[in-house]
T-cell receptor
Framework: DVKVTQSSRYLVKRTGEKVFLECVQD?????MFWYRQDPGLGLRLIYF???????EKGDIPEGYSVSREKKERFSLILESASTNQTSMYLC??????????FGPGTRLTVL | GEDVEQSLFLSVREGDSSVINCTYT??????LYWYKQEPGAGLQLLTY?????DMKQDQRLTVLLNKKDKHLSLRIADTQTGDSAIYFC???????????????FGKGTKLSVKP
């Protein structure tokens, strides 16, 4: 079974803090993705990576950065958290052209 | 650009069939997916269909694909209260000359099953 884990299920941070969201997959997948999910807006792609040290902007990269130093780990970084980044963050991984498998999500609240 | 549309809500009675519909825009999509999201959880891959198929059946789930109309549907037979969730339709779009794919998701259909 594919397993995608995320470091926290719930996180509360203050405005201006630097926030790290970690995602790890155990299936040697090349591709990893970060989405945010908001009511009425569905899933929006923030960043993705097709290989180690490679990153590509998705649809809404502003205010975020990512790091992929190892194949199994993809980190999402909020350099200076803002209240409009309160959301559910979902990580996914896949082989090149195959189905994406999702982690359980991290619900981030920025106060 | 690519877009995936689905209705936002569906309510059915336990034991009835549920049909969730989806339309997509990219005619080159070769894979189309259905994901399920239970409250507070991530997305779980339910099933997918390759574009050269019209239908795929997996136990209580039936996926129908009308490629001409770019219409995808998910039928759940004998719907149970445990099927209450949000269901997302997704199409794959190709990058890097077709060697990599990203998914475009619909906004999700919230299925409510009444006892």
């Amino acid at each position: 079974d594919v397993k995608v884990t995320q470091s926290s299920r719930y996180l509360v941070k203050r405005t201006g803090e630097k926030v790290f969201l970690e995602c790890v997959q155990d299936m040697d997948h090349e591709n990893m993705f970060w989405y945010r999910q908001d009511p009425g807006l569905g899933l929006r792609l923030i960043y993705f990576s097709y290989d180690v040290k490679m990153k590509e902007k998705g649809d809404i990269p502003e205010g975020y950065s990512v790091s992929r130093e190892k194949k199994e780990r993809f980190s999402l970084i909020l350099e200076s958290a803002s209240t409009n980044q309160t959301s559910m963050y979902l990580c996914a991984s896949s082989f090149a052209t195959r189905s994406q498998y999702f982690g359980p999500g991290t619900r981030l609240t920025v106060l | 650009g690519e877009d995936v549309e689905q209705s936002l809500f569906l309510s059915v009675r336990e034991g009835d069939s549920s049909v969730i519909n989806c339309t997509y825009t990219d005619s080159s999509s070769t894979y189309l997916y259905w994901y399920k999201q239970e409250p507070g959880a991530g997305l779980q891959l339910l099933t997918y269909i390759f574009s050269n198929m019209d239908m795929k059946q997996d136990q209580r789930l039936t996926v129908l694909l009308n490629k001409k109309d770019k219409h995808l549907s998910l039928r759940i037979a004998d719907t149970q209260t445990g099927d209450s969730a949000i269901y997302f339709c997704a199409e794959i779009v190709w990058n890097y000359g077709g060697s990599q794919g990203n998914l475009i998701f619909g906004k999700g259909t919230k299925l409510s099953v009444k006892p």
